[in-house]
Nanobody, 114 residues
Framework: QVQLVESGGGLVQPGGSLRLSCSAS????????MTWHRQAPGKQRELVAS???????NYADSVKGRFTISRDNAKNTVYLQMNSLKPEDTAVYIC????????WGQGTQVTVSS
């Protein structure tokens, strides 16, 4: 059974930082590109960042220079370091394994507010 479990969300002030984690089980982790997505209320889900099994990363323009995606293949875990957070980053952050799979986590809420 495939499980993706996110953690690390919370309430943070503008300009603050958070580090999200997504722990995977039930898959051959190193075979999958891992992605972080986010969905704000009333908006479509959007891709935030991706990282290949070899560590090549890509980012949405809205987070480039502020967010960093990384992975630890030994721990079957992908991370999203989020710095200089803005109120518009408020969303549920969800990880996914692969581009064309149904392997999604449940998400973790990130709220950026003063």
């Amino acid at each position: 059974q495939v499980q993706l479990v996110e953690s690390g969300g919370g309430l943070v002030q503008p300009g603050g930082s958070l580090r999200l984690s997504c722990s995977a089980s039930g898959i051959s982790f190193t075979q999958y590109t891992m992605t972080w997505h986010r969905q704000a209320p009333g908006k479509q889900r959007e891709l935030v960042a991706s990282i290949t099994s070899s560590g090549s990363a890509n980012y949405a323009d809205s987070v480039k220079g502020r967010f960093t995606i990384s992975r630890d293949n030994a721990k079957n875990t992908v991370y999203l370091q989020m710095n200089s957070l803005k109120p518009e980053d408020t969303a549920v952050y969800i990880c996914r394994a692969g581009w064309y799979t149904t392997y999604w986590g449940q998400g973790t809420q990130v709220t950026v507010s003063s």
